[in-house]
Structure formats: structure tokens, C-alpha cells
């Protein structure tokens, strides 16, 4: 079972970059995805989820707006893209997943993660 992002880099102020997660070993149709980010010297803070089943995604207030997440079930894949980037938005950033199947569960209670890609937005 492994999850593995993708996609991070540099990118200037008002960029946009696209972060993919790839899924082994189970299938994704079957939890709850969703991206989180851990700015330095913060904590890890869930920005955007799509629960099982695929209703609406949610998105923190943060990056509302300017980030959108997706799936594609056939490829078990996840994907976020992210417009409009903003310095504040630099963290590294993670997938993850939960069995049960719903969002805005707490960083904990996921059940398997991938291991970070950094995203740095800076001119």
C-alpha cells in the first residue's frame, strides 16, 4: 500500500502548479481522499477532500477559489491544482486517504499517506 506525490517545485507569485498522488495497492473509490500542507513551523492543515462516493470537494477558506482537487478512479490517482499561488500557500504538501470514507476528519485518524512534495512560492 503506498501513496506518492508528486508535482511540487518552485513557482512565482500568481503561478500555478499541478501536484498528482498516485495510489498502489488499494483502490481509491473506496475512501475518502483528500490534500493537506505543513507550512514551516506549523501544523498540518487539511486545505481541500472529496468524500467517498465523490460529493462536493471541500476547500479550507484558504485556498477556496484558487485550488481544486479530483480523482480519476481508472488510473487511482488524485490530483490538486492550484492557481493563482500565493507566498503563504509554500508548505509541503501530502495526500491522504481514510477508510471511512468522510472529510474533515482529523490529520490522525488517515489511514495512509504519501510522503510530501514541496511547494515553494517565492519570486
Known amino acids: 500500500v503506498q501513496l506518492q506525490a508528486s508535482g511540487g517545485g518552485l513557482v512565482l507569485p500568481g503561478g500555478s502548479l499541478s501536484l498528482s498522488c498516485a495510489a498502489s495497492?488499494?483502490?481509491?473509490?473506496?475512501?475518502?481522499i483528500a490534500w493537506f500542507r505543513q507550512a514551516p513551523g506549523k501544523g498540518r492543515q487539511g486545505i481541500s477532500c472529496?468524500?467517498?462516493?465523490?460529493?462536493?470537494?471541500y476547500y479550507s477558506n484558504s485556498v477556496k477559489g484558487r485550488f481544486a482537487i479530483s480523482e480519476d478512479n481508472a488510473k487511482n490517482m488524485i490530483y490538486l491544482q492550484m492557481n493563482s499561488l500565493k507566498p503563504e500557500d509554500t508548505a509541503v504538501y501530502y495526500c491522504?486517504?481514510?477508510?471511512?470514507?468522510?472529510?474533515?476528519?482529523?490529520?490522525?485518524?488517515?489511514?495512509?499517506w504519501g510522503p510530501g512534495t514541496q511547494v515553494t512560492v517565492s519570486s
Open positions: 495497492g488499494f483502490a481509491l473509490d473506496d475512501y475518502a
Open positions: 472529496i468524500s467517498r462516493g465523490g460529493a462536493s470537494p
Open positions: 491522504a486517504v481514510d477508510r471511512s470514507g468522510y472529510c474533515l476528519r482529523p490529520a490522525a485518524e488517515y489511514d495512509y
